[in-house]
């Protein structure tokens, strides 16, 4: 989850659930794995590249936001300096065998004004590690957002709470197709919107840091938890969806390419057995999971959710709903831990409600809290059960596990 940035630099994206946990690890091999399953590694840009006020470099929300000092934490200025050791990094990752690479592209890096010219330097830099993962064999799977857009935008029209944001996101995607698309044939979208539009703009814990009293966990000055998370994930929906639109019109056909969209994916169980927190469960996941999947499966929010949020709730007009159905050729799945969900219907009843409200239960962990990063509730079976969910809910879509570990 990228809302615990600071926890682990490297991880690795595709790791095998172990059935037996008594089973030691060495006793699998790659001969364990079908041919053609991918073992590769993850980043994301602010994560690893440093170099923030180098060659052109505008900053993304994420400077911001780490300099603003979010938790005392540090910030990525200088980070593990992949933008000028990336020869020595793809060699590190040929030494470890990994079959693929995935990082994401800064935004503020290539088109530091948001929109417009491109930063030669920047490009020069991300032909020079494409390059490199292939001369050594590693395929590059690219992520085109990863929380950072340009800090110009967020002050020009606000980011994401701004249905500006999708024509300016296809346009940057656009450049990122015609410079890299000939060697790139994975790329996915947004990293975790529904992560990111819980986190980002209902609790305030990564950028840009929005959340409005009684709701949040941090101190926010900007924001509304109880409308932006969802006109947010409906505008990323939307910016998503005229991207891949453009990409399958204009650029899959001599590029072969695939295109998808990364979400992340809690593991769900019921606090207990009564049937209250069984319903609560099934209610969790209609709105962590269904908020995203929903439109882009069957082309409209769960039902669930459009009863309890109400006019909070964004509308797809029929035409953006026939543009976000179906777009995607594979999903993303981010997935770490497993959590418990009690029923809360009680909170229905507030006349001021933000997301977890809204979903009427409590999800048991403290989501937000420091333990997290001690007390990560791993459990192998949860991304099985995820992954069944899928196949039942949603047709069985092909996935590629992006962050897993
Ligand atoms: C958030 O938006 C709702 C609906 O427009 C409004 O009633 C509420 O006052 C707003 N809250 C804040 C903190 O601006
Ligand atoms: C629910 O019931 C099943 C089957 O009896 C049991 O295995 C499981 O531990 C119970 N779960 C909880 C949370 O009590
Ligand atoms: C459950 O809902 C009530 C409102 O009815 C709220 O005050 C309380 O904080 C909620 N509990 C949790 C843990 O979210």
Redesign the pocket.
């Known amino acids: 989850m990228e809302t615990c940035w600071w926890v682990l630099w490297w991880r690795l994206l595709v790791v095998l659930a172990v059935a037996d946990v008594g089973l030691a690890i060495d006793e699998y091999s790659r001969a364990d794995f079908p041919d053609g399953f991918i073992f590769g590694a993850g980043t994301s840009a602010y994560q690893v590249e440093g170099a923030a006020n180098q060659d052109g470099r505008s900053p993304s929300v994420w400077d911001t936001f780490a300099h603003g000092g979010f938790a005392g934490g540090p910030t990525g200025d200088i980070a593990v300096d992949q933008y000028h050791k990336y020869k020595e990094d793809v060699q590190l990752m040929a030494e470890m065998g990994l079959d693929a690479y995935r990082f994401s592209i800064s935004w503020s890096r290539l088109i530091p004004d948001g929109r417009g010219d491109v930063n030669p330097k920047g490009l020069e830099y991300y032909n020079n590690l494409i390059n490199e993962l292939i001369s050594h064999g590693i395929k590059p799977l690219v992520s085109l957002y990863n929380f950072d857009h340009p800090q110009v935008l967020e002050d020009e029209y606000g980011g994401w709470v701004s249905r500006k944001m999708v024509e300016d996101f296809r346009a940057y995607a656009e450049v990122c197709f015609k410079v890299f698309g000939d060697r790139v044939s994975h790329w996915t979208t947004v990293n975790e919107p529904n992560i990111l539009a819980h986190g980002s703009y209902d609790q305030g814990i990564s950028p840009p840091g929005h959340c409005?009293?009684p709701f949040g966990a941090a101190a926010c000055v900007h924001?509304?938890s109880?409308?932006e998370p969802y006109l947010v994930l409906h505008n990323i929906l939307l910016a998503h969806a005229s991207t891949v639109e453009l990409y399958r019109r204009n650029y899959q056909g001599k590029q072969h390419g695939l295109i998808g969209i990364t979400l992340y994916a809690f593991g769900f169980a019921p606090y207990s057995n009564l049937t209250e927190d069984v319903e609560a469960t099934q209610r969790a996941k209609a709105f962590y999971l269904g908020w995203a999947a929903d439109p882009l499966v069957y082309g409209d929010y769960p039902e669930i959710m459009k009863r309890n949020v109400g006019s909070?709730l964004p509308r797809f007009t029929t035409e953006e709903s026939e543009l976000v159905k179906g777009a995607f050729d594979f999903l993303g799945l981010i997935h770490y831990m497993q959590v418990s969900v009690k029923d809360n219907l009680s909170s229905l009843s507030l006349e001021?409600r933000d997301f977890n409200a809204d979903m009427g239960a409590e999800i048991m962990m403290a989501l937000l809290g420091f333990d997290l990063i001690v007390q990560f509730p791993v459990r192998p079976r949860a991304l099985q059960e995820i992954l069944e969910d899928f196949k039942q809910l949603y047709g069985n879509p092909p996935i590629y596990v992006l962050e897993n570990g």
């Open positions: 409005s009293p924001g509304n109880t409308t909070r001021l």
